[in-house]
């Protein structure tokens, strides 16, 4: 009977282990910087030798990038879910919000639910300061919160992906962060002006979701979720049509 040598695991494959998932669960983000090499060594109690290997290692993935003088970060293209000519072209694309809107019913459903089953006592902070940032930005007048509320929603929505703990989810909803960003300033702009109740409505919408989340109430999470994002289409639909209303009358009077 013969027996195989076992292979003895080396030090900077825990390394890099490690860091492979911080990476993959969110805590270290596209374009982040390590904690200088000494100090990550002691964090990690291991040798500054064992340490470089680990970050060569990554390096030679694409998953850090090593500036000479200027430290280790994670690579931008963890981030990158779409390339951004892509990103640009749906950003600017009538059918492409729309499209958006779609992807956020299911997706943002989904967080939802799994947020509201899975989400820790940290979680629970951070979903309380990004709604409370929200809260605030609805506090102020429109003409000057309106970019301010857009980041602050997509901010909110993050927090919620975050909160599902699932890695799939919050990658694709940080790689699209400015995209959902843009579509809800967009969105806001055009649903503000056609109907008065709606800034009302999108914060009793939030309010509302973000309650159902820390009452760990997964199903309504869901409903609510899917609720706001229907009312959100439906809205913006009455706003296509007004639209094609003053450009339809618009004709007529030049004929």
Known sequence: MSFAHIQQRRLSDDIVEQLETMI???????GERLPAERKLAEQFGVSRPSLREAIQNLVAKGLLISRQGGGNYVSQEVGATFSDPLLGLLAHKPSGQKDLLEFRHIVEGACAYYAALRATPADHERLDAAFAQL?????????????EEGLADARFHLAIAEASHNVVFLH????????????????????YMQRKETRDMLITQHRALYQAIKAGDAEQARHLSNQHIEYVCEVLEEVDEEQLRVQRSARRKGV
């Open 172 to 191: 694709t909803i940080r790689g699209l962060f400015d995209l959902l960003r843009g579509n809800v300033v967009t969105n806001i702009g055009g649903m």
């Open 135 to 147: 809260e605030a930005c609805y506090a102020g007048t429109v003409d000057n919160c309106q970019v």
């Open 24 to 30: 993959v669960e969110g805590t270290l983000q596209a």
